[in-house]
């Protein structure tokens, strides 16, 4: 329904276990390599547990699609079964051929036939059993006896169980601990942490086809609060946000539309974490101002009295704004009154001349009203325009003030800066005066078209691609190896070389450029703007 709206080609946030969402956190990392390992390289059991939505079945799905050639595997993903049933399932899954009638014992020497076959093939074969807390104790004992079949150098069978947090109580049971000693390699799967949750939420949204930011940070931190990390309460949330933002035609989601969303799956009613400290405090002021009238009216002061006196009356009288500062989520822009009303009142200063006057403020330089062009001014002061069509993602991720050009309701054209932004609010100036203006409000009025200005490294700002030489093409390698935390190479460092182009990919990559190993002006801004260069004025401030 909403995948068009926000330019996916499907829907990202699906609970069903597909291998291609897959978000390897370090510990699904490591619980991935370890159980491909187990599987490859070793026998016995391996046990993975995890709390109700952390990801396993997503886990094991993907390692089934990673496993080599040669390895058979039987997946049992109902095991409330008997011991009888459960041997029977293991023959089916490995098509071992079976009488019409068999016993238990008939069971085992048809699958050990079976799996000294394969091990005479060169094959390895797994059993692995989800939802392995639901095993009874008859079955784990079969389970047990299962490895049992070996040869002189290695088990035939390499056992996983893949259950809740109730399995490792199960397994740690006296009457089981001939099982438990036999479990070689053990891992627990934790829920994410905040900026594991943010990075899986892009990473879904990156598989889905998604060319510009959607969730605002303040969403991403909410949708991490509500969920505590844990991937299939974050897909549900996210899910339905992402239909309300499509009811409302809203193309990007806040932490408020998020708390929505988990309110209508939860059925209760969240609020902002500010506003719970605010009530903690509104609370303290009403037990303070009760403490110091009973000690009037008993004509007395309690040992408490001047403590109270002294930090009631402050948080009481702040104001919301000044209340909010001090929290999770707080505008640090007061939102003004409506952007018609603005654009109305100031039309006369919203024409080219005024914001270039401004933006050339906060870049230190003078732009000089009926001189020439201003981009030529730009470039006789060290600076470079660049003009064109974007989305909120993209002037984030170039962190720098921007000329906006936006349509009134009167369809009336006006230019002004936007010299900062938070997660939902923007500092706009026109002439001498400064707005706070929420994003949903300029969203009505801008279509995309943004101008802005920075330092390129050389005077002509050149694209830079393989072969080129010079000092820019060394800055571009210092500043990759710095962002990655690399030791700059002295050798050679000014050559535009392979080594250069793969890291210049890299960046691409994971800033969602296009691809193609050549540092034109897009990447060089955003390379710049990443390492934060002095002196340098940024439209994110935190």
Same mark, same amino acid.
């Given at each position: 329904?909403?995948?068009?709206?926000?330019?996916?080609?499907?829907?990202?946030?699906?609970?069903?276990?597909?291998?291609?969402?897959?978000?390897?956190?370090?510990?699904?990392?490591?619980?991935?390599?370890?159980?491909?390992?187990?599987?490859?390289?070793?026998?016995?059991?391996?046990?993975?547990?995890?709390?109700?939505?952390?990801?396993?079945?997503?886990?094991?799905?993907?390692?089934? @699609?990673?496993?080599?050639?040669?390895?058979?595997?039987?997946?049992?993903?109902?095991?409330?079964?008997?011991?009888?049933?459960?041997?029977?399932?293991? !023959?089916?899954?490995?098509?071992?051929?079976?009488?019409?009638?068999?016993?238990?014992?008939?069971?085992?020497?048809?699958?050990?036939?079976?799996?000294?076959?394969?091990?005479?093939?060169?094959?390895?074969?797994?059993?692995?059993?989800?939802?392995?807390?639901?095993?009874?104790?008859?079955?784990?004992?079969?389970?047990?006896?299962? +490895?049992?079949?070996?040869?002189?150098?290695?088990?035939?069978?390499?056992?996983?169980?893949?259950?809740?947090?109730?399995?490792?109580?199960?397994?740690?049971?006296?009457?089981?601990?001939?099982?438990?000693?036999?479990?070689?390699?053990?891992?627990?799967?934790?829920?994410?942490?905040?900026?594991?949750?943010?990075?899986?939420?892009?990473?879904?949204?990156?598989?889905?086809?998604?060319?510009?930011?959607?969730?605002?940070?303040?969403?991403?931190?909410?949708?991490?609060?509500?969920?505590?990390?844990?991937?299939?309460?974050?897909?549900?949330?996210?899910?339905?946000?992402?239909?309300?933002?499509?009811?409302?035609?809203?193309?990007?989601?806040?932490?408020?539309?998020?708390?929505?969303?988990?309110?209508?799956?939860?059925?209760?009613?969240?609020?902002?974490?500010?506003?719970?400290?605010?009530?903690?405090?509104?609370?303290?002021?009403?037990?303070?101002?009760?403490?110091?009238?009973?000690?009037?009216?008993?004509?007395?002061?309690?040992?408490?009295?001047?403590?109270?006196?002294?930090?009631?009356?402050?948080?009481?009288?702040?104001?919301?704004?000044?209340?909010?500062?001090?929290?999770? @989520?707080?505008?640090?822009?007061?939102?003004?009154?409506?952007?018609?009303?603005?654009?109305?009142?100031?039309?006369? @200063?919203?024409?080219?001349?005024?914001?270039?006057?401004?933006?050339?403020?906060?870049?230190?330089?003078?732009?000089?009203?009926?001189?020439?062009?201003? !981009?030529?001014?730009?470039?006789?002061?060290?600076?470079? !325009?660049?003009?064109?069509?974007?989305?909120?993602?993209?002037?984030?991720?170039?962190?720098?003030?921007?000329?906006?050009?936006?349509?009134?309701?009167?369809?009336?054209?006006?230019?002004?800066?936007?010299?900062?932004?938070?997660?939902?609010?923007?500092?706009?100036?026109?002439?001498?005066?400064?707005?706070?203006?929420?994003?949903?409000?300029?969203?009505?009025?801008?279509?995309?078209?943004?101008?802005?200005?920075?330092?390129?490294?050389?005077?002509?700002?050149?694209?830079?691609?393989?072969?080129?030489?010079?000092?820019?093409?060394?800055?571009?390698?210092?500043?990759?190896?710095?962002?990655?935390?690399?030791? +700059?190479?002295?050798?050679?460092?000014?050559?535009?070389?392979?080594?250069?182009?793969?890291?210049?990919?890299?960046?691409?990559?994971?800033?969602?450029?296009?691809?193609?190993?050549?540092?034109?002006?897009?990447?060089?801004?955003?390379?710049?703007?990443?390492?934060?260069?002095?002196?340098?004025?940024?439209?994110?401030?935190?």
């Amino acid at each position: 329904m909403y995948t068009s709206f926000f330019g996916l080609s499907e829907k990202p946030f699906s609970i069903t276990p597909d291998p291609r969402y897959l978000y390897l956190s370090e510990r699904h990392a490591d619980a991935m390599a370890h159980l491909l390992y187990g599987i490859t390289e070793s026998g016995g059991f391996i046990q993975l547990t995890g709390e109700v939505g952390t990801g396993k079945t997503t886990l094991v799905r993907s390692l089934l @699609e990673q496993l080599p050639e040669n390895v058979d595997v039987a997946l049992i993903v109902n095991p409330r079964l008997g011991p009888g049933d459960f041997l029977e399932t293991i !023959c089916q899954e490995l098509h071992v051929s079976l009488a019409k009638k068999h016993s238990e014992k008939d069971l085992v020497d048809a699958l050990n036939k079976h799996l000294l076959q394969a091990y005479a093939d060169g094959r390895r074969v797994v059993l692995m059993v989800d939802e392995a807390q639901n095993l009874s104790a008859d079955v784990l004992e079969q389970v047990r006896l299962l +490895t049992n079949l070996e040869t002189t150098k290695q088990k035939l069978l390499q056992i996983i169980l893949v259950g809740q947090p109730e399995l490792r109580e199960l397994l740690s049971r006296n009457d089981l601990r001939q099982l438990a000693q036999r479990i070689t390699s053990r891992f627990h799967l934790q829920p994410l942490d905040r900026n594991e949750s943010a990075a899986y939420l892009q990473h879904r949204l990156a598989i889905a086809g998604a060319t510009s930011e959607i969730f605002l940070p303040s969403a991403r931190r909410e949708i991490f609060r509500l969920s505590g990390g844990v991937p299939r309460l974050i897909n549900v949330i996210a899910d339905r946000a992402l239909l309300g933002a499509y009811t409302r035609e809203l193309t990007t989601i806040n932490s408020a539309l998020v708390r929505e969303a988990a309110a209508e799956i939860q059925g209760r009613l969240y609020k902002p974490v500010w506003l719970r400290w605010t009530a903690g405090v509104l609370m303290l002021g009403a037990t303070a101002a009760l403490a110091m009238g009973v000690g009037h009216l008993l004509g007395q002061r309690t040992p408490m009295t001047p403590d109270i006196r002294s930090v009631s009356p402050t948080p009481v009288s702040q104001p919301e704004n000044q209340i909010a500062s001090a929290v999770d @989520e707080p505008p640090p822009l007061q939102v003004s009154e409506s952007l018609q009303s603005i654009l109305q009142k100031n039309a006369a @200063e919203t024409g080219t001349d005024s914001a270039f006057t401004t933006l050339f403020e906060l870049w230190n330089g003078t732009y000089r009203a009926g001189d020439t062009a201003a !981009c030529q001014q730009a470039v006789e002061q060290g600076l470079q !325009c660049v003009y064109q069509r974007g989305s909120w993602a993209q002037l984030r991720q170039h962190n720098r003030p921007v000329i906006l050009t936006l349509l009134d309701e009167q369809g009336l054209e006006h230019n002004l800066v936007m010299s900062s932004l938070d997660d939902e609010v923007a500092e706009l100036r026109i002439g001498v005066n400064t707005f706070g203006v929420s994003m949903e409000a300029i969203a009505r009025f801008w279509f995309g078209d943004y101008l802005l200005i920075w330092r390129p490294v050389s005077n002509d700002n050149r694209t830079l691609s393989l072969g080129m030489t010079g000092t820019d093409v060394r800055w571009l390698r210092e500043s990759l190896d710095k962002l990655n935390g690399y030791p +700059t190479a002295m050798l050679d460092s000014d050559l535009f070389d392979q080594e250069l182009q793969q890291l210049v990919r890299e960046f691409q990559r994971k800033n969602r450029l296009r691809i193609d190993g050549i540092a034109g002006t897009q990447t060089l801004i955003t390379l710049a703007s990443a390492n934060r260069q002095p002196g340098t004025p940024v439209l994110i401030r935190n």
